[in-house]
């Protein structure tokens, strides 16, 4: 397992924009598939973007595609995600993940480490 550590949330206004980066230690980090998720009060979690080891393909939910961009900068052991167009609905706890291979998952058991998270707060 990776140990990942979220930062970057905060509170916005609809329309605006916010970047969350996430630190992963450990020594196998641009062999991982990346993701980030969200989960809203009384909401199941759901999957926002993931970014492939390796070549980095991006994948993203069907709500976030077109204002979210995830990047990976394997230098540094962090992955990114950049929030644009903001809505209250992407009002959520926001959390990094890692698998233990290359290949990207939509789905949360795929994935077998967990940051702690980060609240996003868009107000109307």
């Known amino acids: 397992q990776v140990q990942l550590v979220e930062s970057g949330g905060g509170l916005v206004q609809t329309g605006g924009s916010l970047v969350l980066s996430c630190a992963a230690s450990?020594?196998?980090?641009?062999?991982?598939?990346l993701g980030w998720f969200r989960q809203a009060p009384g909401k199941e979690r759901e999957f926002v973007a993931a970014?492939?080891?390796?070549?980095?393909?991006?994948y993203y939910g069907d709500s976030v595609k077109g204002r979210f961009t995830i990047s990976r900068d394997n230098a540094k052991n962090t992955v990114y995600l950049q929030m644009g167009s903001l809505k209250p609905e992407d009002t959520a706890v926001y959390y990094c993940?890692?698998?233990?291979?290359?290949?990207?998952?939509?789905?949360?058991?795929?994935?077998?480490?967990w940051g702690q998270g980060t609240q996003v707060t868009v107000s109307s």
């Open positions: 450990g020594r196998t980090f641009s062999s991982r598939a």
């Open positions: 970014v492939s080891g390796s070549a980095g393909s991006t």
């Open positions: 993940a890692a698998r233990t291979i290359r290949f990207v998952s939509r789905r949360n058991d795929d994935y077998n480490s």
